[in-house]
Nanobody, 120 residues
Framework: QVQLVESGGGSVQAGGSLRLSCAAS????MGWFRQAPGLPREFVAA????????PYADSVKGRFTISRDNAKNTVYLQMNSLKPEDTAVYYCAARGSVVATTTAASWGYWGQGTQVTVSS
């Protein structure tokens, strides 16, 4: 059983930065998704176990960076140049396959979510 625990959410003004962390209990492909009120959960970024594959959603490319520290079993999402449209609950996810997917239903394990609010 994989347990995921997110931390690092909060409120920030537009242009600011936040770093999310996700502690994982096992070795999996990891990802971040987000969900705004009334909208479906959307893919943000993913990272392979080796860290060599890091796909991003077009909306966050150049602003967000996903990374992992396997010695600490922790995945990070550094979010810079935040925009009000980045406001959402951010979820950490894990997947047993070496291939990441943007489809939320294909990820087997989820954290409880952490709120990120960006004000204009």
């Amino acid at each position: 059983q994989v347990q995921l625990v997110e931390s690092g959410g909060g409120s920030v003004q537009a242009g600011g930065s936040l770093r999310l962390s996700c502690a994982a209990s096992s070795r999996y492909t990891m990802g971040w998704f987000r969900q705004a009120p009334g909208l479906p959960r959307e893919f943000v970024a993913a990272i392979s176990w080796s860290g060599t594959r890091t796909p991003y959603a077009d909306s966050v490319k150049g602003r967000f960076t996903i990374s992992r520290d396997n010695a600490k079993n922790t995945v990070y999402l550094q979010m810079n140049s935040l925009k009000p449209e980045d406001t959402a609950v951010y979820y950490c996810a894990a997947r047993g396959s070496v291939v990441a997917t943007t489809t939320a239903a294909s990820w087997g394990y989820w954290g409880q979510g952490t709120q990120v609010t960006v004000s204009s």
